[in-house]
């Protein structure tokens, strides 16, 4: 293992050099956002969008690993463009998001029913702890870019948060972002 130098476009999170990509599609949201009507409406006349893009650097054999998450900005009604929002499959394993351009917001739930939101904007690194739920959503006009770094042994899990959602919501209210509870959260 070397050390190695990774460029971050901090406009557009391109990496280079990278060793992993993928980009999610609206389509693949049609369960997370609760105005379903909307949903099928923007998927109808915009067609199925992106709605993000995750970039990554992985050394081999490192026991860390960092990447990038570009946000498009949109809406679903009035609830913003999300990720998936997960925990950590490694119960253990934190993660740090810094921000580098674009705004947004960082929705965080433990297992034990505590909830924190963390205003994404340029400059700022938020501190994801173990065992924490957290989902970023793009608040803004322009795209959300922001670099992740975590343990690779830390995996996902996705499943929980599909099953029974966030326990905060992300809407607009005369263009301003308000962190909500969500009818919808199962405990």
């Known amino acids: 293992m070397l050390p190695e130098g990774v460029t971050i476009d901090p406009l557009t999170g391109a990496l280079t050099p990278r060793t992993g990509e ?3 599609r609206l389509s693949e949201f049609r369960s997370i956002y609760r105005d379903q009507k909307a949903f099928e409406a923007l998927l109808e ?5 992106v709605t993000y893009k995750v970039e990554e650097y992985r050394a081999e054999n490192s026991d860390i690993f960092f990447g990038t998450t570009t946000m498009m900005p949109g809406r679903v009604g009035d609830e913003y463009f999300m990720t998936r929002g997960h925990y950590h499959a490694r119960r253990d394993r934190g993660e740090i998001y810094y921000t580098q351009s674009g705004h947004g ?8 029913g505590q909830t924190r939101n963390v205003v994404m904007k340029p400059g ?8 924490w739920a957290h989902r970023s959503v793009n608040t803004g006009r322009m795209p959300l870019v922001f670099t992740w770094c975590c343990s690779q042994d830390a995996g996902h899990d996705y499943d929980e948060i599909a099953t029974k959602g966030m326990r905060t919501l992300v809407t607009a209210e005369n263009d301003t972002a308000v962190c909500i509870p969500n009818p919808k959260f199962t405990s």
């Not at 917001?105 to 297992?111: C, E």
């Not at 700022?124 to 065992?131: L, S």
């Open 22 to 24: 993928y980009t999610k």
């Open 45 to 49: 006349t915009a067609g199925d969008l």
């Open 105 to 112: 917001m960082l929705v965080l739930h433990s297992r034990d």
């Open 124 to 131: 700022v690194c938020a501190f994801i702890p173990p065992d």
